[in-house]
């Protein structure tokens, strides 16, 4: 007898986070997935070498008609959709006073005003396959800020508030909305070798792999929201209890820079750090 299936949208899926949870939700029972990121040759590769069915739709989300487009490819060959991953997303490194609204405006953009414009597209089929699930990979970032970082950050904030208040708004539907917020997470293009060189930070480092068991727990598993590595919670926990401590210390700087690409292939962000 086949398995119920079970259909997911991962965007920013062509490499780090949002490969490994491809890979991870190819595990599940009756797994049916699409992939969404620009690069179409990765995503070919990738969606071969799953053993499990799986299309994918190369475009750039920030374009007018990418959410429809992913739409139609779910409506279209598979009727209904069990889980939306919005994963994709960057970061462009500079302070305010240097960046300014432009900086600011093309982070948003792909942060937070693309994973709307996607939800938008997509809810009316959640609804209609409900129980179903949201799952928004926000970041540390998004709890906390740094100089720097404040156009990251603020997007990150966004979509973290937001997420809240989609998930009060859409669980009499059978929607459930969860949060992810990494950390610093290993990939291939930020390794992260001198943080986990240093038995002081090696804890700080976590994989693409840890991040996408949290999207489970958090998307299908109905968690609220999940921190990768657990222990940046207390980074949070401490901005809110003793903000002015807080402020002092990270007055004080550090090596690590807490700005990330969420996404696979989103322009490369002037950084030299990568926490989500």
Same mark, same amino acid.
């Given at each position: 007898?086949?398995?119920?299936?079970?259909?997911?949208v991962?965007?920013?899926? *062509?490499? =780090?986070?949002?490969?490994? /949870?491809?890979?991870?939700?190819?595990?599940e029972?009756?797994?049916?997935?699409?992939?969404?990121?620009?690069?179409?040759?990765?995503?070919?590769?990738?969606?071969?070498?799953?053993?499990?069915?799986?299309?994918?739709?190369?475009?750039?989300?920030?374009?007018?008609?990418?959410?429809?487009? &992913?739409?139609?490819?779910?409506?279209? /060959?598979?009727?209904?959709?069990?889980?939306?991953?919005?994963?994709?997303?960057?970061?462009?490194?500079?302070?305010? @006073?240097?960046?300014g609204?432009?900086?600011?405006?093309?982070?948003?953009?792909?942060?937070?005003?693309?994973?709307?414009?996607? /939800?938008?597209?997509?809810?009316?089929?959640?609804?209609?396959? @409900?129980?179903?699930?949201?799952?928004?990979?926000?970041?540390?970032?998004?709890?906390?800020a740094r100089a720097? *970082?404040?156009?990251?950050?603020?997007?990150?904030?966004?979509?973290? =508030?937001?997420?809240?208040?989609?998930?009060?708004?859409?669980?009499?539907?059978?929607v459930?909305?969860?949060?992810?917020?990494?950390?610093?997470?290993?990939?291939?293009?930020?390794?992260?070798?001198?943080?986990?060189?240093?038995?002081?930070?090696?804890?700080?480092?976590?994989?693409?792999?840890?991040?996408?068991?949290?999207? &489970?727990?958090?998307?299908?598993?109905?968690k609220?929201?999940?921190?990768?590595?657990?222990?940046?919670?207390?980074?949070?926990l *401490?901005?809110?209890?003793?903000?002015?401590?807080?402020?002092?210390?990270?007055? =004080?700087?550090?090596?690590?820079v807490?700005?990330?690409r /969420?996404?696979?292939?989103?322009?490369?962000?002037?950084?030299?750090?990568?926490?989500?």
């Open positions: 007898m086949n398995a119920q299936p079970f259909v997911a991962v965007t920013g899926a *062509s490499s =780090g986070i949002g490969e490994a /949870t491809v890979r991870r939700l190819a595990r029972p009756g797994a049916r997935l699409v992939l969404v990121a620009r690069r179409e040759d990765r995503l070919r590769a990738l969606a071969e070498s799953l053993g499990v069915p799986a299309g994918f739709v190369a475009a750039d989300l920030t374009s007018e008609g990418a959410p429809d487009e &992913v739409l139609r490819h779910v409506r279209d /060959t598979h009727g209904r959709l069990d889980l939306l991953v919005n994963n994709a997303g960057a970061g462009w490194r500079a302070r305010f @006073a240097d960046g609204h432009a900086n600011v405006s093309q982070t948003m953009e792909l942060n937070f005003d693309a994973q709307v414009r996607l /939800t938008e597209a997509l809810l009316p089929l959640l609804r209609e396959s @409900a129980p179903s699930s949201i799952v928004n990979v926000s970041s540390v970032s998004g709890r906390v720097g *970082s404040g156009a990251y950050s603020a997007s990150k904030f966004a979509l973290a =508030g937001w997420s809240e208040s989609l998930y009060l708004e859409e669980r009499a539907n059978g459930h909305v969860g949060l992810v917020l990494p950390g610093f997470i290993a990939t291939e293009g930020f390794p992260a070798a001198e943080l986990k060189a240093r038995l002081a930070t090696r804890w700080m480092v976590s994989r693409p792999e840890r991040v996408a068991d949290a999207i &489970v727990d958090a998307g299908p598993g109905g609220a929201e999940r921190y990768v590595p657990r222990p940046y919670f207390l980074a949070t *401490s901005r809110v209890l003793t903000p002015a401590l807080y402020r002092r210390v990270m007055s =004080g700087g550090s090596a690590a807490m700005t990330t /969420t996404g696979s292939d989103a322009p490369e962000p002037q950084q030299a750090g990568k926490p989500k």
